[in-house]
């Protein structure tokens, strides 16, 4: 994975020659290795004894592309060839494994005004693979919002493929719009199933949508051969669709966004498609679409083959949170009380995991309506209960209480306490608050925050063992409500609402982030530490000058991978991005070293 910021580069770590005997094994043809979600490998070579000798074999250096501003890629690597995105337009880069030289590069310059308004520039997640044992491609989705079939041995477009090697892919949504400036993209890559590819569209990023009317983010299959359209999910449902009734007072008709900007995951043995359906415009309300907005922030199974809906279930009910799954599901083969399941598991933002039976869709245990406590925003109808699951239990903080607060000092206590007087402190599902608040409070103050909890790093899942792993960010954010007419139409907009902290401390207790490990068998957690060390602008606070706080971790949100022996963890993208490489993430994790040591858990 690569996760750096301003100098991206993809760095290859090796030990030995010996340790590439697994060729085929070490093969990472998808997104997350395989379309299961797993980003899990089997490969037991690199252990406790050997990780301290890799060494950088080669580098990679994105300054030979256009702009690089973020890249979020997981190369993929087949047949001894990683393949890869990079720069702002999302060119396409070949690179031999064993030494970085580039085999080829691909890179559509679009039409000036068509890219200056795409809402999603940048690389992105990366590329999906296809072959039919004959031809191989690759396809990305370009920044443009457009699909492109590319040659993988020769990195020439595909002109069979659509027009030209592409597709327009806003052309395909169903709805009038312009091809310039229409707010749709897509950020992760496509997924690939024999001869379909599936697409998942994302938005303009923000708290503050310039309006309440947006272009609906629906879920778009294409012929892998020929670029034609095969189907196309409605994940706002049209008239006398199911779900229709849940969108009140025709907000169906205008309401955008509930796209699947994660990627997503398939049962091969079914063609079951797995999608985590985003929130509905706007993030942080909802007045102008009252109801439970089927199928925003929701799991939803569909036909790969045809797009018919299997089954759903919306986790997150009227999402005024900016809680939509962030991560693709995992599909997990467990054992609950002697029955073999085969599950699905959905990491969230809001620090749960769900899990239910992969081909029912019945959770596999217990999700309570609970009742939830209600807005006092003119306008807003919040839903009177939410969905929460009795197990996994959460792996990161939920709400924000005074015992929350720092307390590394009396003194610090005492100041953290009166700085959160300015602010509502929260449970899971208190509602966003107006940052003018009748009883002069400005916003309320939730953890998760809108990016987590749980984000679009993932998790990883030892079949093996039946242990997920899940790095998480304990980062409180305010949500707070105001007008802003000049740039939009909405009511209210979320953003400009600040989170209080004491002597330049943060005001919730560490750790700052945390890895999970959950037992999926039994719904329960195995650990918990830190993900990394304490930053050094809190280690070298005065305000903790001779006070021993131990390990924090970092203030980013950690991506984990499991191995048969080992458990790799980056320290959070917020402070230091350490090394990567095709098929593992060698990084910081647990308390004592760079890795989790597994190798015990296995017999």
């Known amino acids: 994975m690569i996760s750096l910021r301003n100098s991206i580069r993809v760095l290859l770590l090796v030990a030995p020659a010996a340790l590439f005997a697994q060729s085929q094994a070490g093969e990472w043809p998808n997104y997350h290795r395989d379309l299961a979600g797993t980003r899990y490998s089997p ?144 950020s992760s890559p496509p997924l690939v199933f024999e001869n379909v590819v599936v697409i998942g569209p994302a938005h303009q990023e923000g ?106 279930y919306q986790l997150v009910h009227h999402d005024i949170w900016d809680r939509d799954p962030p991560t693709a599901p995992i599909l997990a083969d467990i054992t609950v009380d002697g029955r073999r399941i085969e599950a699905v598991a959905q990491i969230t933002k809001q620090s749960f995991v769900y899990v239910f039976d992969r081909v029912t869709g019945k959770p596999v245990w217990p999700i309570v309506e609970r009742a939830v406590p209600q807005t006092d925003v003119p306008g807003e109808r919040t839903s009177p209960t939410q969905p929460y699951p009795t197990k996994p239990p959460p792996f990161d903080v939920q709400g924000v209480s005074i015992n929350d607060l720092i307390d590394f000092t009396p003194a610090l206590r005492v100041k953290a306490v009166e700085a959160v007087k300015s602010v509502r402190l929260s449970e899971l599902f208190s509602p966003p608050s107006l940052l003018n608040a009748p009883d002069g409070t400005s916003g309320t103050l939730m953890a998760p ?92 606070n005065p305000s903790l000058a001779g006070i021993d706080i131990g390990r924090t971790g970092s203030r980013g949100r950690p991506a984990v991978m499991a191995t048969k022996t080992l458990l790799f963890a980056t320290e959070g993208w917020a402070r230091k991005p350490y090394c990567t490489c095709s098929t593992k993430r060698l990084v910081r994790s647990s308390p004592t070293s760079r890795y989790q040591d597994l190798s015990a858990v296995h017999r």
């Open 449 to 540: 925050g809108s990016v987590g909890g749980a984000n679009w790093e993932h998790g990883s899942f030892d079949p093996e063992t039946g242990t997920l792993y899940v790095g998480s960010f304990t980062s409180p954010a305010n949500f707070g409500l105001s007008r802003d007419s000049l740039r939009s139409d909405m009511r209210y907009v979320g953003g400009g609402g600040r989170v209080p902290s004491v002597d330049r401390l943060p005001i919730i207790k560490p750790p700052y982030n945390r890895i999970t490990a959950i037992d999926l068998n039994k719904g329960e957690q195995l650990w918990m530490v830190p993900g990394g060390d304490t930053p050094d602008d809190i280690k070298n």
């Open 43 to 186: 490969l037991d070579q690199i252990t406790r004894d050997n990780v301290a000798k890799l060494s950088i074999a080669w580098t990679w250096k994105s300054d030979t592309t256009d702009l690089e501003i973020k890249n979020e890629n997981t190369p993929l690597m087949v047949g001894g060839v990683l393949y890869f995105t990079s720069g702002n337009h999302r060119a396409v880069i070949a690179a031999d494994a064993a030494t970085g030289a580039e085999k080829w590069r691909w890179r559509w310059d679009d039409t000036p005004a068509r890219f200056a308004r795409a809402p999603r520039k940048g690389a992105g997640r990366g590329v999906a693979y296809w072959t039919d044992g004959r031809d191989a491609r690759i396809f990305v989705v370009l920044p443009s919002f457009q699909l492109a079939a590319i040659d993988a041995k020769t990195g020439k477009a595909v002109e069979s493929f659509g027009k030209n090697g592409l597709v327009d892919l806003k052309a395909n949504i169903g709805v009038p719009m312009s091809l310039d400036s229409a707010d749709i993209g897509s």
């Open 207 to 312: 708290t503050r949508p310039s309006s309440f009317k947006n272009v609906p983010g629906r879920v778009l299959a294409f012929d892998a051969k020929t670029g034609a359209l095969k189907w196309r999910f409605n994940t706002i449902p049209a008239k006398g669709e199911f779900g229709a009734e849940t969108w009140l007072d025709g907000s169906a008709d205008f309401t955008g966004n509930t796209g699947v900007w994660a990627p997503m995951s398939l049962d091969t043995k079914r063609g079951y498609l797995y999608m985590p359906v985003e929130d509905a415009t706007g993030d942080y309300y909802g007045g102008h679409r009252p109801g439970d907005n089927l199928f925003s922030s929701s799991l939803v199974c569909v036909d790969v083959r045809t797009g018919k809906r299997i089954w759903h």
